[in-house]
């Protein structure tokens, strides 16, 4: 049974939906915590390219690179539900000033690594600095700016780096790795950390729950092991399969221990994570169009870049070109998505940009080897990202909507895991399937369809979910 989200004072509907002024000083804060968003969304993507590179450098074998980016994603998507709640407890400035630190210090072992041990050593603590700043930095944009224009406004920009981060890394990744190596990826996100941390800390203000309850560590030992266990599992999957033992024995640990930490949760008089919170309605559904819009377009850029490269023949600076092409249209997507939540409301608009992102998929389906399917590659896919783009602004101000400032930490970081487990899972799940038949191009239909039907079967899913008084 779903309990309702309180509503919002003023109707979303209702909403202005003119500019909305902020202060010099607001706006200060709003580009520390985007600048460190987007430093994190870059270390996503601007590694991909220099993979080759940094397995010669380092003597590091093929199967071996795969760890240059798990070793990221374990902890960066496994302490994100810990370090939400420890922000809200212990203070939100603190812990983004901590990993803020401690990601850049990372970064910059990174840089300096000399054999594969302390490479992955810093990829690792990069992915825990990055666990502690996305959730508390979420937290201190949504309990900054009030509920309302200024929230929307707020998060379109955030979500605009997000999304552009992703897309910058992959470009800037190549160009960096081409004239410098593949130290200057790593470089560049230390660079980003050095700015952005002196400014911090005479702007950010301290924020806190009122009260002090003691931290559910069982529940923190459990959620943090389920996840690690099922990124884990995940990520080994996107480079080996599902055949190799580990990866279903991780999966079912995983399961296991999300499912104890859900028993845990509902007897223990301090939880990690509120069970009531979860059974929102607008909790529930919006985290699953978040799951489902970040999961299934990560799919597509991953199919696209083989189809560009290996069926179409394009070299890696004219892929980044098409890719460049879906940056600029959510920076466009990033502006007006706030004023178009402003007119229609979050939920709308989460329901018809899920709706748009797989309607624009699916017209992907007609990609053949003729040259003119570039020309739909890049406009489909650019298209489908402003969706893409107004359902991550969108699902963010749905779970979050209506929800307190002392448990804005537990709420964003339900929102950034999803995220990490979105950017995780979609390629083991479906990505897989476009490399593992014999003729790439079919795979790549194959990817689409799928990837089509589960947007837009999410997407009824979520209207039906949200309409309704029950979840």
């Known amino acids: ?47 991909n390219v220099a993979l080759p590179d940094l397995g010669s450098g380092l003597g590091m074998s093929r199967g071996a690179l795969q760890w240059a980016v798990t070793a990221f994603a374990l902890p960066s998507g496994g302490f994100l539900l810990l370090f939400g709640r420890v922000g809200d407890l212990f203070g939100r400035r603190r812990l983004f000033l901590s990993g803020l630190a401690l990601f850049g210090a990372a970064s910059l072992l990174a840089a300096a690594a000399w054999d594969p041990a302390s490479f992955l050593t810093g990829r690792a603590l990069q992915g825990l600095g990055a ?25 379109g920009i955030s979500g605009t780096l997000l999304s552009l981060g992703f897309t910058i890394g992959m470009v800037a990744g190549g160009t960096l790795t081409d004239t410098f190596g593949w130290r200057s990826t790593m470089a560049l996100l230390a660079v980003f950390a050095l700015i952005v941390l002196p400014m911090a800390p005479g702007l950010l203000p301290e924020s806190r729950t009122p009260e002090r309850p003691r931290l559910d560590v ?39 221990l999300l499912t104890a930490f859900a028993v845990i949760e509902s007897r223990t008089s301090a939880p990690l994570v509120s069970l009531p919170m979860l059974r929102r309605r607008t909790v529930a559904w919006g985290n699953l169009g978040g799951l489902v819009t970040f999961s299934m377009m990560s799919v597509v850029v991953f199919v696209l870049t083989l189809y560009l490269q290996e069926v179409l023949r394009l070299s890696a600076f004219e892929t980044g070109l098409v890719f460049g092409v879906q940056g600029a249209l959510s920076a466009v997507a990033g502006v007006l998505a706030p004023r178009v939540i402003g007119r229609f409301g979050a939920r709308r608009t989460l329901v018809g940009s899920l709706a748009g992102q797989g309607l624009l998929v699916a017209a992907l389906l007609p990609l053949g080897t003729r040259g003119g399917s570039v020309w739909l590659a890049t406009a489909a896919v650019s298209l489908a990202s402003v969706c893409h783009l107004g359902a991550i602004i969108s699902y963010g101000l749905t779970v979050t909507s209506g ?35 014999g003729d790439l191009l079919t795979g790549v239909h194959t990817v689409i369809a799928l990837d089509a039907v589960i947007v837009l079967g999410a997407a009824a899913l979520i209207a039906l979910g949200l309409r309704g008084g029950r979840a």
């Open 1 to 47: 049974m779903a309990i309702d989200t309180p509503a919002p004072a003023t109707p979303p509907a209702t909403r202005p939906v003119g500019p909305v002024r902020l202060s010099t000083r607001d706006r200060l804060v709003l580009f520390v915590l985007c600048a460190a968003q987007f430093m994190v969304a870059l270390d996503f993507s601007v590694l």
């Open 131 to 155: 666990a502690a700043i996305v959730p508390t930095g979420m937290s201190l944009l949504t309990t900054t700016f009030p509920e309302g224009p200024a929230r929307d406004r707020a998060l």
């Open 218 to 256: 069982p529940g923190a030992v459990t959620v943090t092991a389920g996840l690690l266990s099922l990124i884990y599992a995940m990520s080994t999957a996107a480079g080996h399969g599902f055949g190799r033992v580990d990866v279903p024995v991780a999966l079912v640990a995983g399961l296991a």
């Open 403 to 437: 929800v307190a400032d002392g448990e804005q930490g537990l709420a964003t970081g339900l929102v950034t895991s999803t995220q990490q487990v979105g950017l995780t899972v979609g390629v083991p799940l479906l990505g897989v399937l476009a490399t593992t038949g």
